[in-house]
């Protein structure tokens, strides 16, 4: 029988990260399209993000991409440290939402400081590691060409 939570009725050992697939898909009664994304970096059971890390790309990738797309709702991290869900509003052609998440990461590459990482903006503020999250960022686009196939 199927679960209400989309990722829990994917079979997380035929995935092969990094990947970006559309996970979930909403219209809302106003007519408005919520689509989900699950921005994969690494191999579910098999490897994972540290914290620090996980905490400054969300910071870092969830303030450049907003320089590069209006229809941006949201950027949160996965609780298994594997990946994140991006959250757009509209219809978007897959490979532009690729180009999207490559623009952004390139953006975490060239960071030099990771946004609102101070106890004023930042509910834990001492877990951040800019290095970690560039590290991860270049890792993934090494990998792009990889990133339409969810499955080996």
């Known amino acids: 029988m ?4 989309e990722s829990f009725n994917l079979d997380h050992r035929t995935v092969a990260a990094p990947y970006v697939r559309v996970a979930d898909t909403k219209q809302l009664p106003g007519g408005d399209v919520l689509t989900k994304y699950d921005v994969r970096f690494c191999q579910p ?8 890390v996980v905490h400054s790309l969300e910071h870092t990738f969830a303030e450049h991409v907003r320089n590069h797309s ?3 709702v949201d950027f949160s991290p996965m609780g298994c440290q594997t990946g994140f869900y991006l959250l757009l509003v509209g219809d978007h052609p897959y490979e ?13 590459v060239d960071a030099t400081e990771v946004p609102a990482a101070n106890e004023t903006q930042c509910g834990w503020a001492a877990s951040h590691t800019l290095t970690g999250a560039q590290d991860a960022a270049r890792a993934m686009l090494e990998r792009r060409e990889e990133w339409a196939q969810v499955t080996a």
């Not at 199927?2 to 939570?5: C, D, G, R």
């Not at 059971?45 to 620090?52: G, K, R, S, T, W």
């Not at 532009?96 to 975490?108: H, I, R, S």
Request: proline letters at 7%; zero cysteines.
């Open 96 to 108: 532009e939402v690729l180009d999207l998440v490559a623009t952004t990461l390139q953006d975490v």
């Open 2 to 5: 199927p679960m209400n939570v």
């Open 45 to 52: 059971n098999v490897d994972h993000l540290e914290m620090p």
């Open 70 to 72: 209006d229809d941006v």
